[in-house]
């Protein structure tokens, strides 16, 4: 549904966009139309297109009676003593970006503009930590004291664990949360910074509740989270298996103890019997779901934090300290950078080996790179896929296993290396320092050129920040792919081809030529060829969800073969080249039905070149499940993904003299499948460990260009001794964005 598509795209797209704010602007334009007299007075109401709603005000329990055992121990085996200070602290009071954990919350409360009933905000915890949190309530005039509630518990074994705990305060503020929705909290846990609260409360069905998910990156996780079922075209939470064996299930959908539930379902709790599970909520929720049917639905986080122990403590409060200032905001100015992934519709591999291709930019999926003006130049981790610290040898492995050797800062570290040499070539002023994050939602090792969109991204991002067109560096746009793909090649040794490069630059439907003569008599760039991307019919996309592979690793020893030239290789490269211009011209033609034959000839002489070995058993059965469904199906990239196109019934294809445009709205479509065919297509793909979507071309690419940003020539911060008589002459901090 258009509430659960909305959000789900504010979260994984990671909008540049201060989402807090602009809801705080909208329901400032509502409650100023109220005040005309839009609508019933006296109510806080939020514009949609169905005019007026008013909104449902929520309360919030913060759950914080926890020991922090295994916090508490790391502190004692620190060898360094530098945290010694911390013990007997409560894991919601710890600092995490100058304020305390729990500062961030109420922070996030604050920010929905009054959909948080900041009077019934109320935070549990036991009888040993109590005096801290009323200490930290008298300095923190936005919380009320009374507010904190004493379980009565001195020690971890008497503890009434999350679920009693959750229960006591809806007993003991009953008067008060009688007919209120309750948002449920764990107090030793953080959201990334792009999670709106309001916006995720707000877009709640009526009468549904919510709660939050996240991908997890390893098998051996399943086993100590709790994972969600979903339904995949609503979003619908069909049943929660609290630390079940990988083999139960094939979700990596982990829900953290956070839970948005409405009156008519958190009153349900009070025939609740917690008994062995008392400290594992995911059980409550369990319950609710089997046994009420409650009407749930789920939202996809970024990332978040779990305080569980003094390394993720760390992993947090570094993060935090380099995108939040002292007041919890994101740290103004920033300049930002998104590159979508891209497809290779017809021609790869043969970008690498002197053929043609025809790439298509897809908006499905991107990365994004953000600079922000800095004293120190400094370089962010994601902590996703940079992770520097592991619950065990196993999960290390199983994390390598799926996401690889490296992450994303050395592509960033690169990148800034060859701006740098390019910056230092043309005598440009680079003095400024930043700090530098990246982020991305393309799926990890499947041929989707994730690796060049945050490389690309970054590059972009850089002229950007420093105010620099292309020329100011004396590149062409034809060239710059051809640097691009340098940082990879030269400075990283990743084997690659220009395409991913090319149509990152450009985006769009591009046509490539890579002839070799071409080529050299240009310097380093072919031809391209930008395309009306309404030409291509309906395309989908399929991909492992189970699997990593280093596409590098499956290039290099055709390179080799290719180079020594082995006839099979040489002659394949050139037929797989020649079918680009085939497609091209049925396209033109308005005979799209023509790639599906081409696209299956695609993938044939890839693998008879390849071999299957190399290929792989999960490709090859990835193709031929799409085969099996009425899909021509040939590698995205590398492989790991497939495009596919549906094979049209040749009685239902349109008169291309009629219709050029097959993808026009409003039109029967035969390369389109239905929503319930879809569906049924895209659950089946997820049941054998892959995932399947409609492609969404991205048709323009960002370019830079004068006036995106003041150059930056000096550093960012500077001292200046200041003449005027009525001011004295002492250091200033001056700020020059």
């Not at 970006?97 to 935070?123: C, E, P, S, Y």
């Not at 969404?696 to 004068?706: G, I, K, R, V």
Request: charged share 25%; hydrophobic share 40%.
């Amino acid at each position: 549904p258009p509430h659960r598509r909305d959000y789900d795209y504010l979260t994984t797209s990671r909008l540049t966009i201060n989402t807090d704010q602009s809801y705080q602007r909208m329901v400032s334009d509502a409650t100023a139309e109220v005040k005309r007299g839009g609508g019933e007075s006296g109510g806080v109401r939020e514009v949609k297109k169905g005019g007026l709603q008013q909104l449902e005000k929520w309360s919030v329990v913060v759950l914080a009676a926890g020991y922090g055992s295994r916090l508490h121990k790391d502190i004692l085996a620190d060898d360094s003593g530098q945290y010694i200070h911390l013990i007997g602290q409560p894991k919601s009071l710890l600092p995490v970006g100058g304020k305390a954990l729990l500062d961030h919350w109420i922070h996030r409360f604050k920010q929905t503009n009054g959909v948080v009933d900041m009077d019934r905000v109320f935070v549990v915890t036991n009888d040993s930590m109590y005096p801290k949190f009323l200490k930290w309530a008298n300095t923190n005039p936005d919380f009320n004291k009374a507010n904190i509630l004493n379980d009565g518990t001195r020690q971890a074994s008497e503890r009434l664990g999350a679920v009693g705990d959750l229960q006591l305060v809806l007993s003991r503020k009953r008067e008060m949360l009688e007919g209120m929705n309750v948002l449920v909290v764990a107090g030793d846990t953080l959201f990334l910074s792009d999670f709106s609260l309001g916006s995720f409360l707000t877009r709640l069905p009526d009468k549904t509740s919510g709660l939050v998910y996240y991908n997890l990156n390893s098998h051996d996780q399943v086993l100590k989270r709790g994972i969600i079922e979903i339904d995949e075209i609503t979003g619908r939470v069909l049943r929660l298996l609290e630390k079940p064996n990988p083999d139960q299930t094939t979700s990596r959908k982990a829900s953290p103890a956070f839970y948005a539930l409405r009156a008519s379902h958190h009153m349900l709790l009070k025939d609740y019997k917690a008994m062995a599970e008392r400290d594992t909520p995911g059980e409550m929720i369990k319950w609710l779901l089997a046994e009420h049917k409650i009407e749930m639905y789920a939202t996809r986080l970024s990332g978040r934090f779990d305080i569980s122990d003094l390394s993720m403590w760390k992993e947090t409060l570094s993060h935090f300290s380099l995108v939040l200032d002292k007041h919890l905001n994101a740290l103004p100015p920033k300049t930002v950078s998104k590159v979508c992934a891209r497809i290779g519709v017809m021609g790869n591999p043969s970008d690498g080996f002197g053929g043609k291709t025809l790439a298509l930019s897809i908006s499905n999926f991107h990365a994004e790179v953000t600079l922000r003006p800095s004293k120190r130049l400094v370089l962010v981790a994601h902590p996703e896929f940079d992770p520097s610290s592991f619950l065990s040898l196993q999960h290390l492995s199983n994390h390598t296993m799926l996401n690889g050797y490296y992450g994303g800062l050395r592509l960033l570290k690169a990148t800034c290396r060859k701006f740098v040499e390019l910056c230092d070539r043309a005598n440009v002023d680079i003095s400024a320092n930043f700090v530098m994050s990246y982020s991305t939602t393309i799926p990890r090792m499947v041929g989707l050129a994730g690796s060049s969109a945050i490389i690309t991204a970054a590059f972009k991002g850089l002229l950007r920040f420093y105010g620099l067109r292309l020329s100011d560096l004396n590149i062409q746009k034809d060239m710059l792919p051809q640097y691009i793909l340098d940082i990879e090649t030269s400075d990283l040794g990743i084997n690659a081809g220009l395409q991913d490069r090319v149509i990152q630059v450009y985006g769009g439907l591009v046509h490539m030529d890579f002839d070799q003569k071409l080529v050299q008599k240009n310097n380093g760039y072919g031809d391209y060829t930008s395309l009306d991307v309404g030409m291509l019919p309906t395309l989908y996309l399929a991909w492992n969800t189970n699997m990593a592979g280093n596409s590098g690793k499956v290039h290099s020893s055709v390179k080799e073969r290719w180079l020594s030239g082995e006839k099979l290789v040489v002659d394949g490269m050139k037929a797989v080249g020649s079918l680009a211009d085939k497609a091209v011209e049925a396209l033109r033609q308005g005979k799209p039905e023509s790639l599906c034959e081409l696209m299956n000839q695609n993938f044939a002489l890839r693998r008879k070149m390849y071999g299957d070995d190399v290929v792989g058993k999960r490709n090859i059965e990835l193709a031929a499940l799409a085969n099996a469904n009425g899909m021509a199906a040939k590698f995205s990239g590398s492989g790991g993904a497939v495009v596919c196109l549906k094979i049209p019934d040749p009685k239902l294809i349109p008169d291309p003299k009629l219709q050029k445009d097959v993808s026009s709205p409003g039109e029967f479509n035969p390369f389109e499948f239905s929503e319930e065919e879809e569906q049924k297509i895209r659950l089946l793909f997820i049941s054998k460990g892959y995932e399947f979507s409609r492609i969404h071309p991205n048709e323009l690419a960002w370019e830079p260009d004068e006036g995106d940003a003041v150059r930056r020539s000096t550093s960012y911060f500077s001292f200046t001794k200041l003449g005027s008589p009525n001011v004295s002459k002492s250091g200033v901090v001056l700020q020059i964005d």
